[in-house]
């Protein structure tokens, strides 16, 4: 399994990015799958779920309102939009994916880290004030 999360870069405040991660060696359309991002000096943070099938979503606190989850099985891709971008969303950003969801539903949604069994490499996103 591989998972490849591109699209970071600098922005500045109140500006809007999309990062997306292509999986590779799994039937995508089966697995719930996450972001996550890791401040410097941080622990990583849970951001957003989403279900296998698209239709159940998930988010931190922290971006409700501001980002959105999104996937598209026929490219094997999922997308995390993100308006409204602050300085403290500077972070590492990684996907992951939850092998569990396969035998649960393709409406679950996992929010524990400890949970996602693959990650991809990250994509550095900065926000400037």
């Known amino acids: 399994v591989q998972l490849q999360a591109s699209g970071g870069g600098l922005v500045q405040a109140g500006d809007s990015l999309s990062v997306s991660c292509v999986g590779s060696?799994?039937?995508?359309?089966?697995?719930?799958m996450g972001w996550f991002r890791q401040a410097p000096g941080k622990e990583r943070e849970f951001v957003a779920a989403?279900?296998?099938?698209?239709?159940?979503?998930s988010y931190a606190d922290s971006v409700k309102g501001r980002f959105t989850i999104v996937r598209d099985n026929g490219k094997n891709t999922m997308y995390l939009q993100m308006n409204s971008l602050k300085p403290e969303d500077t972070a590492v950003y990684y996907c992951?994916?939850?092998?569990?969801?396969?035998?649960?539903?393709?409406?679950?949604?996992?929010?524990?880290?400890?949970?996602?069994?693959?990650w991809g490499q990250g994509t550095l996103v900065t926000v400037s004030s």
């Open positions: 060696g799994l039937t995508f359309s089966r697995y719930g």
């Open positions: 992951a994916v939850d092998e569990r969801t396969a035998r649960l539903s393709l409406m679950a949604v996992t929010t524990e880290l400890n949970e996602y069994d693959y």
């Open positions: 989403i279900s296998a099938n698209g239709r159940t979503t």
